[in-house]
């Protein structure tokens, strides 16, 4: 018995890294072929590089909020993507309020501030009702549960919003002083994609900053590390876990903004995909870890920017920029199949793992 279950391991063994072989072997062939064709100059290859720069930090800052709850709670809250769209949903509607009364443009970064702080208090609210609401009642109950819960709120959400706004797809105005571009070293940058990016370093610094350095951060990594023990110690574990879920809530918030900025359409579905995508990054950086977290969703936003010019046009593919998230999802199989912790490992308690 154990002759005959050692050989279907290794036969499965044999498979996979079979698998593995294949994707490495047609990732190397199309990028040969596509560098020897010199299909594309090297501004473009640059600024295909700088827009996943800017992808990659709302990936990044929407992957936080994955990493934080499941360092936390040790669950994945696929009601996230939602939290982020129902940030940049409300907000919408006072960007378009300011733009409708001259202030955006009169005086944008007051505008743009204001509208950050009414997504990120948004998507704390929304946040904040969940946890109350669908995941706090199975705390103790078996990790299926939670998880089916939250791929339920995600609907819920999905649909009320769809109920509460309409289909119809929204456009968020554009801010005059962002228009345009700048040229560094003979690159052209969109300003637009310089905002993104400061804005998500600066954000990103600052959780880090807070989490290492501050009370309630100190409380979440204890509650992260041993939940009885904190309490016993004093923290209340109630408390720190709506704290962690605002927290990411907020970074979501934030990161929808961000988006608007870059991509200007929100629908009731617009949380879906870039939340699969910031989970994806979140698993890539070692879910649990705020550094990998931050890594893995710039990561995935270059990746993704490059990869399908790089991998599929010099096969001659027709459209291979639609293949971007075939790319991102093989990714997350690679990488669940041949390093589960991530690039910086998973940061779990002996407990918990």
Known sequence: MRQRLAGQLAF???VVWGIGAAVLVFVIVGSIATISKGIYPPDVWASFIIFGLAQGSVYALIA??????????FMINFAHGEVFM???YIAFYVARAFEESGLLDANPFLALLIIT???MVSSMVIAFLVERIAYRPLRRAPRLIPL???IGASFFLQNAFRGLFGPSTKVYPDVDILKGNWVLFGVRILKTQVLVIVAAVVIMIGLYLLVQYTKVGRAMRAVAEDKDAAALMGINVDRVIVITFVVGAAMAGAAGVLYALLFKQVTHTVGFIPGLKAFTAAVLGGIGNIPGAMVGGLFLGIFESVGPALFFAGLNIPAPNQLK???AFTMLVMVLIFRPTGILGEALSEKKA
């Not at 936080?64 to 709670?73: I, N, Q």
């Open 12 to 14: 499965t063994n044999f």
């Open 64 to 73: 936080l909020g994955y990493t934080l709850v499941y360092g936390v709670l």
């Open 86 to 88: 129902g940030g940049m």
């Open 117 to 119: 702080i009414v997504a």
């Open 148 to 150: 089916i819960t939250a």
């Open 325 to 327: 998230d075939v790319i």
